[in-house]
């Protein structure tokens, strides 16, 4: 067997609607990118979504829109994807890093009071893999300290607290369309926000800082972060089923839950609780404490032998060799580490059949056992 550890699931309508627009005058800035912003917004349940050419510019443009930069501090996990550490970085803003709960793996939000100063701009906290922050909480700090919230919700479309969807709990919130998200653009992302002032500042900043027709006219220093109609069409299929490519993807992990139900040597991730409703966007399990992060990319290369697709998900941001000038060491952030030294991602997509969950089931086992001795 060969199995991909992710892929889209694209159907003829996603084909037809991409064709579509290659017949018409409009292959940017066009009709299909208003009604994918229209429509994306309506869905979440916000005023404003601003369309982009990938999640990393449009958390560029919170940062930008809000006014973060030289010097400020933004408090956020260093167990993400380093795109949400980056996007301040850009802008020369401080990472301040908190340790991760170990069973939702999001930011604690119980350590976070303790990293502000009178520097901190804004909390960033990250929707990883789908479940979501503790919000509530983290809107209490963030009131009571007059701090912006950034919501990373890339990971997260239609996940849920309380029945408000995530990229509703902030000053703006970021998702991204990479092909192996949830739904995708090919590339893309999208900036959501009850404010019109940073709604407009983002669709400036992203077509090169101009403010309205004045095509030549630029007003603040911008970017081509534009997203083409090309695939704000193919978004727009996407989105017209997304409670089908969601109920999909939940079935599977409910299938690798059952099916991994009696491996002793792993921990699965959380499900949906009664507050909580979780979006499947990959499926990463963890090897227990007793295993060493050698033993796990043991495990790696014998799955990937066996032709299984899979990953270390994430590393952590800390120790990235490109942070070493803010000085992280190991030990900075144990439950972090002890997490990412354990972590696997297995194949994991919308049309995964059942015999490639037995197998990947099965090889995981096996392999296992192998690496335990
Ligand atoms: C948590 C998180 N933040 C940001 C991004 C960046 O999105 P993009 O790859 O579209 O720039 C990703 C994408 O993988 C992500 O998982």
Not at 275 to 282: G, N, Q
Not at 296 to 309: F, M, S, T
Not at 352 to 366: C, F, G, M, S, T
């Amino acid at each position: 067997m060969n199995i991909p550890l992710s892929g889209p699931d694209i159907t003829s309508k996603e084909i037809e609607a991409v064709v579509s627009v290659l017949k018409t005058k409009y292959l940017s800035l066009g009709p299909k990118l208003t009604l994918f912003e229209e429509k994306f917004a309506q869905y979440i349940g916000v005023k404003y979504a601003v369309a982009l050419n990938s999640g990393t510019s449009a958390l560029h443009l919170c940062v930008r829109a809000l006014g973060i930069h030289d010097g400020d501090e933004v408090i956020t996990t260093p167990f993400s994807f380093v795109a949400s550490t980056n996007c301040f970085l850009f802008e020369r803003a401080k990472p301040v890093f908190v340790d991760i709960d170990p069973d939702t793996l999001n930011i604690d939000e119980d350590e976070i009071e303790a990293k502000i100063t009178k520097k901190t701009k804004a909390i960033l906290p990250v929707h990883v893999f789908g479940y979501p922050a503790n919000m509530k909480k983290i809107r209490q700090i963030a009131k009571k300290h007059n701090l912006y919230i950034i919501e990373d919700a890339c990971e997260a479309i239609g996940a849920e607290i309380g029945g408000r969807k995530a990229g509703t709990f902030s000053d703006c919130a970021v998702f991204a369309f990479y092909p192996n998200k949830q739904m995708t653009t090919g590339e893309g992302g999208m900036l959501v926000t009850n404010n019109r002032k940073i709604a407009e500042t983002a669709r400036s900043l992203r077509n090169q800082g101009r403010d309205s027709m004045a095509w030549l006219t630029h007003n603040r220093l911008g970017y081509n972060y534009r997203l083409s109609d090309i695939n704000c069409a193919l978004g727009l299929a996407q989105l017209d089923r997304i409670s089908q490519l969601l109920s999909k993807r939940e079935k599977i992990a409910l299938k690798y839950k059952n099916a991994l139900a009696d491996i002793d040597e792993i921990i699965l991730p959380p499900l949906t609780s009664k507050s909580v409703k979780r979006s499947w966007f990959v499926f990463v399990i963890r090897l227990k404490d007793d295993f060493s992060s050698k033993q796990r990319d043991e495990l790696i290369e014998l799955l990937k032998a066996n032709g299984i697709g899979c990953n270390v998900y994430f590393p952590t941001i800390h120790l990235q060799p490109y942070l070493k000038e803010y000085g992280f060491k190991k030990g900075d952030f144990p439950i972090t580490e002890a997490v990412s030294e354990r972590t696997i991602a297995l194949p994991f997509f919308n049309n995964l059949a059942d015999n490639e969950i037995n197998y990947v089931v099965k090889q995981l086992k096996v392999n296992i056992l192998k690496v335990k001795k």
